[in-house]
């Protein structure tokens, strides 16, 4: 099993979900873990909580559309744990929009956030782990970076810029040892992929089980599953290991299936 004994990691969005799901896992191998999201009283509960299990963990608040807000979530992170060895640019919108008619407004809060904010995050966690001689960043995409559902324009396309800033920043900084993967992500069944299925969607309550029937393996992703590659590529286990997109998902990119 992968160790991250002593490692600084910060995960953006960690208050729910995928990313909680990694703070959780990244503490129990031993990480000081920095959980990161807006609702303060969320993060500081599950900051809390790891807290109390034995585990190192602290909450940072804070907006990723906003540009000095991002820069600060890092500078926080490195003030209180004197640096930062992985970063998981996890935080993210899945606001629905078509090409066609997608707001100029919700276009650009998407980008902000799903493209914008893992940017200045890595700009600012860079600077301390060229000072400890290396770092792991991961960032947390979604296989909709290929093409993507119709209803998911501006957030497919946010993922693909994604995928191209993942590997043109490894490419950029295997020199200072740091490495820079991506997981594009499958359906994954979290707090907010229920929310989103019965209250903007229109689902009833069947959903889960109609979609678990399409699935091969029998269910849907779960944040622990992504926990587990995303400890990989944090920790030295991966240590040569840079520009690389993984797909998690049942299904490989391209082949049929009914969703």
């Not at 490195?78 to 060895?85: A, L, N």
């Not at 060229?130 to 209803?151: D, L």
């Not at 191209?164 to 820079?180: C, F, M, P, Q």
Request: proline share 3%; hydrophobic share 40%.
């Amino acid at each position: 099993m992968a160790s991250l004994t002593n490692k600084v990691a910060l995960i953006t969005g960690s208050t729910s979900g995928i990313g909680r799901g990694i703070a959780e896992h990244f503490a129990s191998l031993g990480a000081r873990v920095v959980v990161h999201g807006l609702e303060e009283a969320q993060g500081r509960d599950v900051a809390s909580r790891l807290s109390r299990e034995g585990q190192h963990a602290e909450f940072v608040p804070g907006d990723l559309s906003d540009v000095e807000s991002c820069r600060n979530v890092v500078r926080q992170t490195i003030e209180r744990c004197g640096g930062i060895d992985v970063l998981v640019n996890n935080a993210a919108t899945t606001a629905r929009a078509f090409i066609e008619d997608a707001p100029v407004e919700l276009w650009d809060f998407v980008m902000h956030v799903n493209v914008r904010a893992p940017f200045l995050c890595l700009q600012e966690a860079v600077k301390s782990m060229k000072t400890r001689g290396g770092g792991s960043i991961v960032n947390i995409g979604s296989i909709n970076a290929y093409i993507g559902e119709p209803k998911l324009g501006p957030y497919s396309v946010s993922k693909g810029a994604l995928m191209t800033l993942t590997r043109n920043a490894a490419a950029a900084l295997n020199k200072h040892r740091i490495r820079v993967n991506q997981i594009n992500v499958g359906w994954t069944l979290t707090e907010g992929e229920q929310r989103v299925k019965r209250e903007e969607e229109g689902k009833g309550d069947d959903w889960l089980r109609e979609a678990v029937a399409t699935r091969p393996f029998g269910r849907l992703l779960t944040p622990q599953d992504i926990a587990f590659a995303a400890a990989y590529l944090a920790s030295d286990d991966s240590s040569v290991v840079t520009g690389t997109v993984m797909d998690l998902e049942q299904f490989p990119v391209g082949a049929p299936e009914n969703r």
